[in-house]
């Protein structure tokens, strides 16, 4: 069993503290415990059907992620200078946006163009490559915005329970209609929620 | 033991490197203070940290760090999670 080094524990809140006037997302981030986050909007709440769009055509990640941020903004969850801030973080940080094979999660830091917290769901007619060493090429950009750290936790926290589970990402890529996505979602978290099981 | 889950902004896949990782240390039975950074200031809160956590890519930018790093490539693949902190923490 672990528990090798106790001597970061100490530090840890002064460090936060330290960090909080010119990062001060840092510290709710650090703060947002497993307990907390069943406060948060689920994950159905967070993805209004107008951010869903299927099969889009793109020729490359730019306007793959391009598409993800004019759902954001169809959606009223960000206005259209986000999308700019998006493409902008993968011109300076690179591809690590590609998550998982197939599906990258495109976003940018908190800003005035976040409205409100969201995400956007986007398939593409062809994948396209980002550049990623190992999950190349995407099929789905799953746009994020959030006005701070913790807001769209519980969210994606059922994403990534959905997209670990190979039927029930099988069923989202196959999904013809913005409301089949939205009804695997939700079918989802009612079991959730029942606790008959998580997937 | 402190784990320091390192992405670009510190909010989209950094904060799903700390869930997985919260779920991998709990069946792997370890107790460690999780926390998210960016990679704008990741290279301080390295030093206080014992793990760090991240992709590939940022793995490359965040450069040479005190603590172990370890790269993550499948965000959502728990498998994969499980398998690299168990190499990485337990003793065998």
């Not at chain 1, 954001?72 to 700019?84: C, E, M, N, Q, W």
Request: aromatic share 2%; charged share 25%.
């Amino acid at each position: 069993m672990g528990g090798r080094c106790e001597s970061g524990m100490v530090e840890r809140d002064l460090h936060v503290d330290a960090r909080a006037d010119d990062a001060p997302w840092i510290r709710e981030v650090t703060s947002t415990s497993a307990s907390t986050e069943q406060a948060r909007p689920r994950l159905s709440a967070l993805l209004p059907i107008a951010a869903i769009r299927l099969r889009i055509p793109a020729m490359d990640w730019r306007a793959a992620v391009r598409a993800s941020g004019e759902a954001l903004v169809a959606a009223g969850i960000t206005t259209p200078a986000y999308t700019d801030q998006m493409i902008a973080t993968v011109e300076q940080l690179g591809p690590y946006i590609v998550i998982a094979p197939g599906i990258a999660l495109a976003h940018a830091r908190p800003s005035e163009a976040v409205l409100r917290p969201g995400l956007s769901w986007v398939t593409l007619a062809q994948p396209v490559r980002f550049g990623h060493k190992d999950n190349d090429p995407v099929t789905l950009i799953v746009g994020l915005a959030a006005p701070d750290s913790s807001s769209h936790v519980q969210g994606l926290a059922t994403l990534a329970e959905l997209l670990e589970d190979p039927t029930r990402r099988a069923a989202l890529m196959a999904a013809n209609t913005p409301r089949d996505v939205l009804g695997v979602i939700t079918e989802y978290e009612r079991r959730d929620v029942r606790g008959v099981g998580r997937g | 033991m402190k784990i320091l889950a390192v992405c670009g902004m510190g909010l989209g896949s950094g904060l799903l490197l700390r869930m997985q990782a919260e779920k991998a240390l709990r069946q792997l039975g370890i107790d460690a203070d999780l926390e998210v950074a960016d990679i704008g200031s990741a290279r301080a809160m390295a030093q206080t940290a014992d793990l760090i956590l991240t992709s590939n890519e940022l793995a490359e930018q965040l450069g040479k760090v005190k603590p172990r790093v370890v790269t993550i490539s499948n965000f959502v693949d728990l498998k994969e999670m499980v398998e690299k902190l168990r190499a990485a923490l337990v003793k065998t």
